[in-house]
């Protein structure tokens, strides 16, 4: 059984809390992502959910069972670190199954486990090799090699992908959730890369603070944030949120109101960028910088003080210090409190 759940956990160092009253399940064969800033407390709840460090409050359970104060041998579960942690004295047969060397695993069944992790990974060729001699996505299936021979039915993976260039993350994540799906591991990801989340997860529990901000599925963590954090953090570019009154001053044309019963001075409105668009009426807004990628093209700009970003299809021709108007839809619109920063349900 690898399902786990978490009830109310809180860790606390020197009576600040790094993590704080964190409840969310994981149903077996799922992968969740842990997202957040750095300091936010995931990589901390990794490690009590590993036993690697000890809960002040809550419980944790694995398959059904409380494993709170049981040591980390006693969870069934593999974990997969930030630097690999390989013993550069060993082969990559050796780091791979060392594990069950320790815990005595009778040399047929390793054998057996080993050539099968080689094989699924594509190691067969590397197994004599030392770690020096491997790149960093071949270290990188090593570690993931050790954790599929110890066939345990949850793994814990602490940002694994953080030392990799840019185009070999995109390979490896697709290689993970491969992996993942294929051998139906129930996975905990931790990462502060909002694009590994959504693309890998099932579903993401994104942290702010010691705290969940948000626990949804990818697409509604992106089409319904709770807050003006989630809305800000999930997108690339991330969603404009500026305050209701700002925008109702700097309209020309359409006048924004605010839904009924909700105060004008209170609220934000929320537009992602590609739901934006340049036109003859609108919010008036001042260009700062035009940045063209090919597929679409990127115009920052402020409204008063506040930063909003229009994108795009194609190439749009925008000079800095011109002054453009930007038309928005009111189906586009998301609404959120300024005192509290929670959306607004309209």
């Known amino acids: 059984m690898g399902s786990l759940e978490l009830r109310a956990v809180s860790k606390n160092w020197g009576g600040a809390a790094a993590v704080d009253d964190v409840t969310f399940s994981v149903t077996?064969?799922?992968?969740?992502?842990?997202?957040?800033?750095?300091?936010?407390g995931k990589s901390t709840t990794l490690r009590l959910i590993a036993g690697l460090e000890q809960c002040s409050s809550g419980a944790i359970a694995i398959g059904g069972q409380d494993v709170t104060n049981a040591p980390p041998s006693?969870?069934?579960?593999?974990?997969?670190?930030?630097?690999?942690?390989?013993?550069?004295?060993?082969?990559v047969a050796e780091n791979?199954?060392?594990?069950?060397?320790?815990r005595k695993v009778p040399r047929a069944e390793r054998d057996d486990r080993l050539a099968r992790a080689a094989?699924?990974?594509?190691?067969?060729?590397?197994?004599?090799?030392?770690?020096?001699?491997?790149?960093?996505?071949?270290?990188?299936?090593?570690?993931?090699?050790?954790?599929?021979?110890?066939?345990?039915?949850?793994?814990?993976?602490?940002?694994?992908?953080?030392?990799?260039?840019?185009?070999?993350?995109?390979?490896?994540?697709?290689?993970?959730?491969?992996?993942?799906?294929?051998?139906?591991?129930?996975?905990?990801y931790v990462t502060h890369d909002q694009v590994e989340a959504m693309t890998m997860a099932d579903q993401v529990v994104l942290m702010r603070n010691g705290r969940i901000e948000q626990d949804a599925p990818p697409d509604r963590l992106y089409e319904v944030?709770?807050?003006?954090?989630?809305?800000?953090?999930?997108?690339?570019?991330p969603m404009n949120v500026v305050p209701l009154a700002t925008l109702a001053t700097r309209s020309n044309g359409d006048v924004l109101v605010a839904p009924r019963g909700l105060d004008p001075a209170a609220v934000a409105v929320g537009v992602r960028p590609e739901?934006?668009?340049?036109?003859?009426?609108?919010?008036?807004?001042?260009?700062?910088?035009?940045?063209?990628?090919?597929?679409?093209?990127?115009i920052?700009?402020?409204?008063?003080s506040h930063r909003f970003i229009v994108r795009r299809p194609g190439k749009i021709r925008a000079t800095p210090g011109e002054r453009v108007h930007i038309e928005l839809s009111h189906t586009d619109l998301h609404w959120f409190d300024l005192g509290s920063e929670r959306r607004l349900t309209v």
């Open 28 to 40: 077996e064969g799922n992968l969740v992502a842990l997202l957040g800033p750095s300091g936010c």
């Open 74 to 91: 006693g969870r069934g579960i593999a974990m997969v670190f930030q630097n690999y942690a390989l013993f550069p004295h060993l082969s």
């Open 96 to 102: 791979i199954a060392f594990g069950l060397k320790v």
């Open 119 to 188: 094989e699924i990974l594509g190691l067969g060729a590397l197994m004599d090799r030392k770690p020096s001699q491997l790149s960093g996505g071949q270290q990188q299936r090593v570690a993931l090699g050790r954790a599929i021979v110890a066939q345990a039915p949850v793994c814990l993976m602490d940002e694994p992908l953080s030392n990799l260039d840019a185009q070999l993350r995109v390979e490896m994540r697709r290689e993970i959730r491969e992996l993942q799906q294929r051998l139906g591991i129930t996975m905990v």
């Open 225 to 237: 944030p709770a807050t003006i954090f989630a809305a800000r953090f999930v997108g690339t570019p």
């Open 275 to 298: 739901r934006t668009v340049i036109g003859e009426r609108g919010i008036a807004a001042d260009v700062v910088a035009v940045e063209y990628l090919g597929a679409d093209t990127l």
């Open 300 to 304: 920052e700009t402020r409204i008063d």
